[in-house]
Structures are given as structure tokens and as C-alpha cells.
């Protein structure tokens, strides 16, 4: 069964910086799309950043400028989420996302992992 692993969570001080790492297990597909959405307590799940295979990036309008995510260049299954800048409001959970072509197609969601920045 494919899985999103994710790595890298933990406490960030505001105006600190933090990366992100997600990678797939247990398969030979290419996700064409990987990236990441966030959830807060008590909110909905919003996108961050999406990367394709392609090289074409999408983020949230609240982390332009701030976030990059960027795939490796051996694996194509690992997908990295550089976080830079961070305030108190983005404390949620982080999830890995990956689907192919078309978009959702064996689409899969990593566990998330858990970052904390204090106010």
C-alpha cells in the first residue's frame, strides 16, 4: 500500500524557519502532483504549496513569498516544504499530498506532522 511519510515537524520560533520533507513508500507510480495543505483546530484543510512534475508551482495566497516547495532531483517522489518567516497563526498540522494525471487520480494523503510556532 502507498504511503506519504512525512518529516521534519516540531516548534518554530516566529520568524524562524523550518523544512518540511514527504516522501512515497511501497510503489513504483510517480505522483505528477506533491505537495502540502495544512489544518488548523477547528478549521478546513487549505492548500500551501503544490509542485508538478513539470516544474510549475502553486501556493496559498498567506505564504507567497515565504514557502517554497520544491521536489528532489533523483527521487520524484519526495517533495520538500521549505517554510521560512513563520507567525503564530500557522500552527496546524502539515499533510502531504500526492495524485497523478488526471488531478486526484490515486490521490493520497500523507499522516500529517505537527507544527507549533508560540506566540
Known amino acids: 500500500q502507498v504511503q506519504l511519510v512525512e518529516s521534519g515537524g516540531g516548534l518554530v520560533q516566529p520568524g524562524g524557519s523550518l523544512r518540511l520533507s514527504c516522501t512515497a513508500t511501497?510503489?513504483?507510480?510517480?505522483?505528477?502532483?506533491m505537495g502540502w495543505y495544512r489544518q488548523a483546530p477547528g478549521k478546513q484543510r487549505d492548500l500551501v504549496a503544490m509542485h508538478t512534475n513539470g516544474g510549475s508551482t502553486n501556493y496559498g495566497e498567506s505564504v507567497k513569498g515565504r514557502f517554497t516547495v520544491s521536489r528532489d532531483n533523483v527521487n520524484k517522489n519526495m517533495v520538500y516544504l521549505r517554510m521560512d518567516n513563520r507567525n503564530p497563526e500557522e500552527t496546524a498540522g502539515y499533510y502531504c499530498?500526492?495524485?497523478?494525471?488526471?488531478?486526484?487520480?490515486?490521490?493520497?494523503w500523507g499522516q500529517g506532522t505537527q507544527v507549533s510556532v508560540p506566540s
Open positions: 499530498y500526492g495524485d497523478g494525471v488526471p488531478e486526484h487520480t490515486s490521490a493520497c
Open positions: 511501497q510503489t513504483s507510480f510517480i505522483f505528477y502532483r
